[in-house]
């Protein structure tokens, strides 16, 4: 019998996920299902879309109330090994979701503190204030943060820029409206870095948030011996945007006379504009406390904040398509997020994160288990930075010293690597046991990959999202296999980095 006419077909699979996908986003669930299973019907098996369709699947069974079908879906998903390695936070939650919903909860909260798996999403946060460093204000919404080439200005100062009229109405009523005076004379101030503007529209975000009067009760409050949050405040929601901001650490105690001198001096110049400032009016009873807070601000936004980074891309999409240009990163913005300022630091760090939109994104790169430390680096790494270069950027900048492993050991930077480029041998590489046996070889075919995508990144300049599946699961292989410090580890690495990158406008986060 000729059954060719019912042979698997990965577009007609496409159509009925998007139909899925429509009658989901409308929560007819029913239809959804339906939808969803003929697509996976139809999906090749083995393909990207039968992954995608059964994981779609398994969401329509959570809200129809089927959970062990559910549960069904998601171990085909990961048994699949085709899903997005970037979205198993996704399935992981709905697993844990659904043992919940069943009253496993010992087995919910096991997987909900389950290991970390590499490439896996552990942060995804909007800034709660950043600022333009240098001249890349002008291509770049000053609200939201993303790239646009057809900006519209302030109407008042030159400033600024927006990437239309919503973000220019939200920026000037949660900060520019006080700012917009004060931009130039601070822009002409050379004493004034990147970290004073932060600190300033910190303060200005607040104030406009909760008001002068409020902000200044909980400073004085904050800086109350035994001080405490009050849950029940009826200003809750302002409350905790305060603590977000104004509870991280400034290091004032363990910073030198001078620096705290510095502080000092320009939060009284702050202070300054601000009650010459005729868009806002400060009370002259509050201005000691404003000072203060300043100083506070201050000092976090230079321990906490740091850059922003995207392509070099000034002429929009044509311009990745020029063979043979050097890839370049602009630090485009200094940030300020409160759960990414909480991590700690190690010169071999375990998550990364890349900028999406204006939108903050962590990823684990390497495995991390249940209980174990996120560490992210403070600007220095052991494989690009020296070991006395470090110890004194680390404690110069945040007053400590390292004791990671890479410190402790004093592991080689790349230059003792010899890690001239990234291309590695197409040969088969043999990893030895301790005693020079060979027990593995990684095949030609998956290096060959891995040289595709560094020929791809580094001579024409375009990438898709997917290869980043293939990168992390080729550097679980390494983490499993090879004992750091190893140059095709690290090299790894930075492919993995410059392909978050160069895909940072294939990807969209969004926050509610």
């Known amino acids: 019998m000729d059954c060719t006419t019912a042979n698997k077909n990965n577009d007609t699979s496409d159509q009925y996920r998007s139909r899925g996908n429509e009658a989901f986003k409308i929560k007819n669930y029913e239809e959804s299902l339906k939808m969803y299973t003929q697509s996976i019907m139809t999906a090749e098996i ?21 959970y062990e079908h559910s549960l069904k879906d998601i171990d085909q998903a990961f048994k699949s090994k085709r899903y997005p390695l970037q979205n198993n936070y996704k399935l992981f ?91 130039y004379p601070l822009k002409a101030d050379p004493t004034i870095e990147p970290t004073h503007d932060l600190a300033l529209r910190c303060f200005v975000k607040l104030i406009n948030l909760m008001g002068v ?6 400073v004085r409050k904050y800086n109350e011996p035994n001080f405490s949050f009050d849950k029940n405040s009826n200003n809750c929601f302002m409350d905790k945007t305060f603590h977000s901001i104004y509870a991280l650490g400034g290091n004032e105690t363990k910073r030198t ?54 392509l070099s891309k000034y002429i929009g999409k044509s311009s990745n398509n020029i063979s043979n240009r050097p890839a370049t990163y602009d630090s485009v913005a200094l940030v300020l997020c409160s759960a990414y300022s909480l991590i700690n630091h190690s010169c071999d760090p375990n998550v ?18 249940k209980g174990s430390q996120l560490f992210i680096d403070y600007g220095v790494k052991f494989f690009s930075h020296g070991k006395e270069e470090r110890i004194t950027h680390l ?18 930077i790349y230059a003792s690597l010899e890690l001239d480029e990234l291309f590695i041998s197409n040969g088969p590489l043999i990893i030895n046991d301790e005693d020079g046996d060979n027990h593995l070889s990684i095949p030609k075919t998956t290096l060959s990959k891995f040289n595709e995508i560094v020929d791809l990144l580094l001579i024409h300049h375009k990438i898709n999202v997917d290869c980043l599946d293939f990168l992390f699961s080729f550097l679980d292989l390494l983490y499993s296999n090879f004992e750091k410090p190893c140059t095709i580890h690290y090299k790894c690495i930075q492919l993995v980095q410059a392909c978050m990158y160069y895909t940072s406008d294939q990807v969209q986060y969004a926050i509610e």
């Open 352 to 369: 990364i994160v890349q900028t999406y939109s204006g939108v903050e994104v962590t990823r684990a790169i390497q495995p991390i288990s």
């Open 93 to 183: 939650e709905r697993k844990g979701n659904c043992y919940r919903q069943m009253n496993h909860i010992s087995i919910a909260l096991e997987l909900y503190s389950n290991q970390l798996f590499l490439g896996e999403i552990l942060i995804i946060e909007k800034p709660i204030a950043g600022v333009f460093k240098n001249s890349m204000w002008m291509f770049n919404c000053n609200y939201c943060f993303q790239r646009c080439l057809s900006a519209i200005p302030c109407s008042k100062c030159s400033q600024v820029v927006y990437c239309d009229e919503t973000c220019l109405r939200k920026a000037h009523t949660c900060y520019h409206g006080i700012e917009c005076s004060l931009v």
């Open 395 to 412: 404690f110069d900048q945040y007053q400590f010293q390292c004791r990671c492993q890479a410190c402790t050991n004093d592991w080689p």
């Open 257 to 310: 006379v001078s620096n705290l001198f510095f502080m000092h001096c320009t939060a009284s110049m702050m202070v300054s504009l601000l009650s010459l400032n005729e868009y806002y009016d400060i009370p002259s009873n509050l201005l000691g406390t404003v000072g203060v807070s300043l100083v506070h601000l201050l000092c976090i936004a230079n321990l906490n904040s740091y850059a922003s980074v995207e």
């Open 46 to 66: 083995d393909s990207l879309n039968f992954a995608l369709s059964v994981a779609n699947r398994s969401a329509a069974l959570y809200y129809l109330e089927e």
């Open 213 to 218: 009067e409020h902000f200044c009760s909980m």
